[in-house]
């Protein structure tokens, strides 16, 4: 029997009768079966959906009615995306005592309408404050390819749970960084959205000002397709900005010529590991860049990203953090209560710089259509690694794996993740972040799919 | 600021929002703020004018409501 391995695949199979979406469903199942005692990517299933959902694809399909574009496609969620009838836990303890989703979030209804059968929900950071998902309370994650490393964070069960074919889609949400981070980390496809094209509404905040969803898929292609699928506007949700659905599908083989393609140096490739310069470098001689780019006030924009995110975050939480703090995440309750305690005029700064920061980026962006750099300093981390030697420094693991990340989100460009593979890092995977204008999605696809084209990104099948 | 005094600041602040913290937790949370204070030290030396305003300015909603309006011209 074959393994999930391509979800286009399994959406022609199913689109053409060569299997049905039981079928397809059942092999997702058994994979997970096969392999997650071992990754740890789901805290929870949904088997009953899933058997109805794929069972009325297959009743669709029978009828002759018109298939969506996702029919038959089994994907996975972060735990923070509300699913109806089950509590949204957001990797968290303190949320088993909420009450159950009233409906889904709006990105999982937009993926049922499209056909898309949910299988479960996934593994990640306690409220998604973190890069690694070592989890105290469901257990960390593992990595795929190195079942002794990070999977990534605060996404992890979702980059896990694509890497380890398991499911051939996932969606995640990325506030500083956590979809680009668990896809660079296990080898995948990561999307993360401008701010605000996708609606949040339904899935469990972290940072009102930064929080971004978007989905982590095996191909560029499938990446695109269900990006299509998720979009459209929500006026219910505050934080939606988008009015037009703008699919990229239909482009997604329009090629890099004429493209103005560069390379981000200067904190880019200072805050990178030599394998991560060497995949953001193979990524660029592939795309033809000639020009190297400095991007204005990277280490500002981390510092204030942090600041923000910190301080809305810890506020979040206040009131559980006064009560119920002993049963938060070891690992980032100190950080919490930190970022609470955070001084009104950091915070204040911090937004202030934004605006400036975000005419200096789009400022940049006139004169470029993609800018490539690393998505991650280094290859997974070993599970409780304390400290990270970059380039002769010494720098605290868990903040330091979202330092390439954090600049991009916090001008809200939107940002594809393409999966490459450095010689010297043990097989391990590191990502390359194609980056664009806010809502020229669009043309981070064109270069994702020219790698992917190319041969230099892509999946691989992990020795589980 | 000196270790010592980021733990006062933490301890009465904490006190101020209600946060019970023991000694142990206290001095580790004054760590990691005191990390953040780095960053914020460098933030602080950006040079912006009382003109640059923050990146989220509170927008009304339209008045009256589209359903509200006065169908008469």
């Given at each position: 029997m074959k393994a999930v391995a391509s979800g286009i695949d399994d959406i022609r199979a199913v689109a053409t009768g060569e299997r049905s979406a039981v079928e397809v469903l059942e092999a997702s199942l058994q994979r997970i079966d096969l392999t997650d005692d071992r990754v740890n990517a789901f805290t929870g299933k949904n088997l009953d959906r899933s058997l109805r959902e794929a069972r009325e694809v297959d009743a669709r399909r029978a009828r002759g009615d018109v298939l969506g574009p996702l029919a038959g496609l089994p994907y996975a969620v972060k735990n923070l995306f509300d699913i109806e009838g089950e509590v949204t836990l957001a990797g968290s303890v303190v949320n088993r005592t909420h009450q159950p989703a009233r409906e889904d979030a709006f990105l999982v209804a937009q993926l049922r309408a499209a056909g898309a059968v949910l299988v479960g929900s996934l593994n990640m950071d306690e409220y998604a404050?973190?890069?690694?998902?070592?989890?105290t309370h469901y257990g960390p994650c593992h990595n795929p390819h190195d079942l002794s490393r990070i999977a990534g964070g605060s996404s992890g069960g979702s980059g896990a749970a694509v890497a380890a074919q398991q499911v051939p889609l996932a969606l995640g949400s990325d506030t500083n960084g956590s979809i680009r981070v668990p896809a660079s980390l296990c080898g995948i496809w990561g999307l993360k959205p401008t701010f605000g094209r996708l609606s949040r509404r339904g899935s469990y905040p972290f940072v009102h000002s930064l929080d971004h969803l978007g989905p982590l898929a095996d191909s560029a292609e499938l990446l695109a397709l269900s990006y299509d699928a998720l979009q459209g506007a929500d006026p219910l949700d505050p934080g939606c900005q988008s009015t037009a659905v703008q699919p990229v599908t239909a482009g997604l083989r329009r090629g890099v010529d004429g493209l103005r393609i560069g390379l981000l140096g200067g904190y880019f490739l200072d805050n990178a590991s030599p394998a991560a310069r060497e995949v953001a470098q193979r990524a660029a001689a592939a795309l033809g860049v000639t020009e190297r780019v400095d991007w204005p006030d990277a280490a500002l924009a981390r510092a204030a990203a942090f600041i923000t995110g910190a301080s809305e975050g810890g506020t979040l939480h206040l009131d559980d953090l006064r009560m119920r703090a002993a049963e938060f995440e070891p690992l980032s309750v100190d950080r919490f209560i930190a970022g609470a305690l955070q001084p009104g005029a950091w915070y204040v700064q911090a937004q202030r710089f934004r605006r400036v920061y975000r005419d200096k980026v789009n400022a940049l962006l006139r004169d470029w259509d993609v800018l490539i750099a690393p998505a991650t300093p280094v290859s997974a981390p070993a599970i409780g690694t304390e400290w990270l030697s970059i380039n002769g420094e010494q720098l605290p693991c868990r903040p330091t794996v979202g330092l390439l990340t954090q600049p991009i989100s916090f001008a809200g460009c939107p940002v594809v993740v393409a999966p490459m593979w450095p010689e010297n890092t043990d097989g391990m995977p590191i990502g390359v972040q194609l980056i664009a204008a806010p809502w020229r999605e669009d043309l981070c696809f064109r270069a994702a799919q020219a790698l992917q084209d190319a041969g230099l990104a892509g999946t691989r099948t992990p020795s589980l | 600021m000196q270790a010592p005094e980021m733990l006062a600041y933490v301890k009465a602040s904490a006190v101020v929002l209600g946060l019970a913290l023991d000694d142990a937790q206290a001095l580790r949370v004054a760590a990691h703020l005191a990390r953040t204070a780095a960053l914020a030290d460098q933030l602080a030396a950006y040079p912006l004018g009382p003109e640059d305003e923050p990146a989220e300015i509170y927008r009304p909603s339209a008045f009256p409501l589209p359903a509200e309006e006065d169908p008469k011209p």
């Open positions: 404050y973190g890069f690694t998902t070592e989890n | -």
